[in-house]
């Protein structure tokens, strides 16, 4: 089946470290998505990991990749109050010959001083 | 104008209207998707289009029609709606949609605020 999970809620104080936790369903998912929606905006891409990495740098930006538990992590270093957003985590199983994206409920990340 | 841009961004209509959303991509993608949020579910995917052929169609209501007439436009028509279809309807497209090209990196719209009274 098709299914993500995300915890929905999550706070940190600014400057520390923030990580967002992600299971998933579908072993065929050749690639993970992480995505982050302002309010009032919509969806736009953060990273995104082969499935055949464990792990993934990008500036502040790490995502590790557990194949064999199906569980996604992203981490945000030296959080800023401008990380304040939704988190949504995204599979892409293989049906039909092309791939579609199955997201999260997503993970609402407070950033305060 | 440049990305994917989404008219109108706020809509109210009644259950008996028939309204349309559209969704404009200057980015030269070949697949399109319209994509329902609501604070009751995660982002359901309702439609894809590749090429302007309809792939996916996820069990969506009828009284829910979309229109793609080229692979820069795509149309949610509405009609006879019920107040649980109020949502934030998100389009979003990409340079394919099959899954040989490498990742499928979605580009998405503001969204529309689709208020039914």
């Known amino acids: 089946g098709e299914d993500v999970e995300q915890s929905l809620f999550l706070s940190v104080r600014e400057g520390d470290s923030s990580v967002i936790n992600c299971t998933y369903t579908?072993?065929?998912?050749?690639?993970l998505y992480w995505y982050k929606q302002e309010p009032g905006a919509g969806l736009q891409l953060l990273t995104y990991?082969?499935?055949?990495?464990d792990m993934k740098q990008d500036q502040r930006l790490t995502v590790l990749l557990n194949k064999k538990d199906k569980h996604l992590s992203l981490r945000i270093a030296d959080t800023q109050t401008g990380d304040s957003a939704i988190y949504f985590c995204?599979?892409?199983?293989?049906?039909?010959?092309?791939?579609?994206?199955?997201f999260g409920a997503g993970t609402r990340l407070a950033v305060h001083p | 104008e440049t990305g994917v841009t989404q008219t109108p961004r706020h809509l109210v209509m009644g259950m008996t209207n028939k309204k349309s959303l559209k969704c404009e991509q200057h980015?030269?993608?070949?697949?399109m998707y319209w994509y329902k949020q609501s604070a009751k579910k995660p982002l359901e995917l309702m439609f894809v289009?590749?090429?302007?052929?309809?792939?996916e169609n996820n069990s969506v209501p009828s009284r829910f029609s979309p229109e793609c007439p080229n692979s820069s436009h795509l149309f949610l028509h509405l009609h006879t709606l019920q107040p649980e279809d109020s949502a934030l309807y998100l389009c979003?497209?990409?340079?394919?949609?099959?899954?040989?090209?490498?990742?499928?990196?979605?580009?998405f719209g503001a969204g529309s605020r689709l208020t039914v009274l």
């Open positions: 979003a497209s990409s340079q394919e949609a099959g899954g040989e090209a490498g990742a499928n990196v979605l580009t």
């Open positions: 579908d072993s065929s998912s050749t690639y």
């Open positions: 990991i082969f499935s055949n990495m």
């Open positions: 995204a599979e892409s199983p293989n049906s039909g010959g092309y791939n579609k994206l199955i």
């Open positions: 980015l030269g993608h070949n697949a």
């Open positions: 289009y590749s090429l302007e052929e309809r792939v």
